[in-house]
């Protein structure tokens, strides 16, 4: 199996910053696309930035010009800086990663369990 632990959120005050952190481990081959999602309560989970195995790049309007995903190929880690944070960035991320598993054809979703980032106004 594989599993995503994510780290670094928390509290701020609005126009801080946060990093955080998704670290991907178990039997891995190799890891595709890597991403965070957030999920406001009653509402759809909806991505906020996603990055390839080549660091092709794809952000949420909402976010642009103010988040920076980027990913460390050698430790299986994704992360998302998160700058300019404002009250409506409050909710639960979710880290994901596409994973062939060594010894298993195809590729595989993992999500990992969430993390809370709430900022205060």
């Known amino acids: 199996q594989v599993q995503l632990e994510e780290s670094g959120g928390g509290l701020v005050q609005a126009g801080g910053s946060l990093r955080l952190s998704c670290a991907a481990s178990?039997?891995?081959?190799?890891?595709?696309?890597m991403g965070w999602y957030r999920q406001a309560p009653g509402k759809q989970r909806e991505l906020v930035a996603a990055i390839s195995s080549s660091g092709t790049t794809d952000y949420a309007d909402s976010v642009k010009g103010r988040f920076t995903i980027s990913r460390d190929n050698a430790k299986n880690t994704v992360y998302l800086q998160m700058n300019s944070l404002q009250p409506e960035d409050t909710v639960v991320y979710y880290c994901n990663a596409d994973v062939r598993r060594v010894g298993v054809p195809g590729l595989d979703r993992y999500w990992g369990q969430g993390i809370q980032v709430t900022v205060s106004s």
């Open positions: 178990g039997r891995i081959f190799s890891i595709y696309s």
